[in-house]
């Protein structure tokens, strides 16, 4: 019988029509990722269930047109022989086919050989030679495609997908620049064999397998403040799987300047001051050596504008903000921002010195006051005493932490018998005198924090709240202190709860219980070991809510009703053992998988209410020990 009723099932599969789920087009990697306004630029496009592509899409504002070439053509061999010829007198005659170059790579390659190599190659015939070397590269290496850029190009990011049989792809990030623009030429793998630069510029490359690494040589001034700024994991942050590009600069005499291997999350930034000029190398390379031909990068170097940040970084709604954009080699500039338009949230500002991250709310928006407190601070307390303070560090650091006298919350009775006690230990060489100096030197730590608190109170800046205030700290040891009034915050102590549910290897977070669908406060449920379940009172901000469940791998719920006579959004502080889950209404807004101890405000949230009756369920997700939570 079950034979049978295997037999039957396969047959409607195969006979029904029914397929199986096919994966989405995947571009894993667009080589070179940008070009310059003005220039034609050949890209390979490399990904899964590409086949059959037949259109290429370029997202973005007027300026970028495509060509897109399929896998497989054929090899324009007219001008084979004039490769052969020119050539072969250095090179085998395989390397066509022989090697995993792009169209662009093979043009950057016979560019280097002419220039840094002096082959004996006119530009007819280096055209010629690029018509083979470039058809062959599209018939062996995969989807090419040609794009022509205007010379009014909008510049920025756009996207490129492509439309193929298993439809349309995902998308891949270009980028237009108004900078110079080259491709990486192999081979480079070694500092005798860098590829020569010429600042300002952009080097679109490839770390193509493991081991390889691309040298650069330039020249720099005494003086000149370059930045050496790679994009790769801001390309495809899936490139962080198996691509940390790392960069090393060097000396003439190949002494290591700096080194970096992460700024911008993966992406790897050096701000350097030369101090002598002369020749100096730029290595590219995976930072465990690692590589793949979707490792790709866009370096940009030189004595170039940086722009490090936009202030204030966030504005009222429906207001306008005079804002300035700060950087180095980049004089600082006003720039405007009107949020007449714009909506709340997390916004990207698009500026001439890139985009910056800007935040936009409802709530009133204010600039901190320019002080630097912490000068103003220990400007109106007393001083420390040395000498004491001397003999506390010669006494009492061989064993404690020099902190001590600011680190930990004790009056100066405690202090005075724990020194005393320290001084009667066995080995402790603090004598009856020395112990009084410690004392003194403690009391007078005591009274100048304590001056230092009342200070910082008189010199804090007041704020009313909700606020939210742009601030920075612009120097060493500044400090920015606020002062506000919070409202006595409401508890809800009403609730229905209701455990434990099945919780197998914390699977139980994302499982629906009964009261995810529906709330039956009469209803009986089956829990964790077929457990009759149902929904009982209990008072309380949560705390202990769930102590009495001797299990550990369990789900609760608690649900409480809240009354509002306006609709309005309050603040919800959370705190949780384990994991936990909140829904309003019957809409989650909050989800946290997490393993921590249960504390206050672990999560401060935003708590929508509409105008009446508000349904509040909170789920909890325990592991080990006794789940509660705190509200």
């Avoid at 800007?358 to 001083?383: M, R």
């Avoid at 650091?397 to 919350?409: A, D, G, I, Y």
Wanted: net charge negative; aromatic share 10%.
């Amino acid at each position: 019988m079950k034979k049978v009723a295997l037999i039957s099932l396969l047959f409607w599969f195969l006979c029904s029509g029914y397929t199986f789920a096919q994966r989405a087009p995947t571009i894993s990697a667009i080589f070179p990722a940008g070009g310059q306004v003005g220039q034609t630029v050949e890209i390979s496009v490399r990904g899964s269930d590409l086949d059959g592509a037949h259109t290429l899409i370029v997202s973005g504002s007027r300026g970028v047109t495509g060509e897109l070439f399929s896998a497989g053509g054929k090899v324009d061999t007219t001008y084979k022989s004039l490769f052969e010829d020119t050539c072969a007198q250095c090179h085998e005659l395989r390397s066509p086919r022989n090697r995993s170059m792009t169209p662009s790579q093979w043009e950057a390659v016979v560019d280097r050989m002419i220039s840094e190599k002096g082959a004996p190659i006119d530009s007819s015939d280096r055209d010629n030679i690029l018509v083979y070397l470039k058809s062959a590269a599209r018939a062996s290496g995969g989807l090419t495609a040609q794009l022509q850029i205007e010379p009014d190009a909008v510049l920025g990011r756009r996207e490129i997908r492509v439309v193929g049989k298993h439809g349309g792809s995902t998308a891949f990030p270009f980028e237009i620049d108004c900078q110079t623009e080259t491709i990486d030429a192999e081979p480079n793998d070694l500092i005798t064999d860098a590829v020569r630069a010429n600042p300002p510029i952009i080097i679109n490359g490839i770390i193509k397998q493991n081991g390889d690494q691309d040298y650069f040589s330039f020249l720099a001034k005494a003086g000149d403040r370059y930045i050496f700024n790679i994009k790769a994991y801001r390309l495809n942050n899936s490139s962080q799987q198996f691509f940390n590009p790392t960069i090393i600069l060097f000396s003439e005499k190949g002494e290591e300047l700096a080194r970096s291997n992460g700024f911008y999350a993966f992406d790897p930034l050096i701000d350097y001051v030369f101090q002598t000029e002369g020749v100096y190398y730029l290595c590219i390379r995976d930072l465990l050596y690692r590589g793949s031909p979707a490792c790709v990068y866009r370096l940009t170097m030189g004595n170039l504008p940086y722009n490090t940040y936009l202030f204030p970084t966030g504005g009222q709604l429906g207001s306008v903000i005079e804002s300035t954009i700060g950087g180095t080699n980049l004089t600082k500039a006003p720039w405007q921002i009107d949020l007449t338009n714009e909506t709340e949230g997390l916004k990207q500002i698009d500026t001439p010195y890139g985009v910056f991250p800007f935040i936009v709310s409802k709530v009133t928006s204010l600039v901190e006051a320019d002080i630097n407190i912490q000068d103003k601070l220990f400007s109106s307390v007393g001083a420390t005493d040395a000498e004491a303070e001397i003999l506390f560090q010669t006494k009492c650091v061989q064993c404690h932490e020099p902190r001590s006298p600011s680190n930990r919350p004790l009056t100066a009775d405690d202090w005075a018998v724990t020194i005393q006690r320290m001084g009667e230990k066995q080995n402790s060489d603090i004598s009856p005198s020395e112990a009084a100096r410690i004392i003194t030197f403690f009391n007078s730590e005591i009274t100048r924090l304590s001056q230092l608190t009342a200070s910082r109170i008189q010199l804090a800046q007041r704020i009313e709240v909700p606020v939210a205030v742009s601030g920075r700290i612009s120097q060493p040891g500044e400090v920015d202190y606020y002062r506000f009034t919070i409202p006595e915050a409401k508890t809800l102590d009403d609730w229905w709860v209701i455990h434990p549910f099945d919780n197998p290897d914390e699977s139980g977070f994302d499982i629906a219980y009964s009261p995810e669908k529906e709330i039956n406060l009469e209803q009986e449920y089956i829990g964790k070991n077929n457990c009759k379940l149902k929904w009982y009172k209990t008072t309380g901000s949560g705390e202990s809510a769930f102590s009495n469940v001797p299990e550990d791998d369990v789900i609760g719920y608690a649900l409480t009703y809240i009354d509002s006579e306006t609709e309005r959004t309050e603040i919800l502080s959370l705190g949780s053992d384990d994991g936990i889950k909140v829904w309003v209404n019957d809409q989650l807004i909050w989800s946290n998988f997490v393993h921590r101890a249960l504390a206050p405000a672990q999560d401060v949230i935003a708590l929508p209410l509409k105008k009446g009756s508000n349904k509040l369920l909170i789920k909890i997700s325990n592991g080990w020990g006794l789940g509660d939570f705190w509200l």
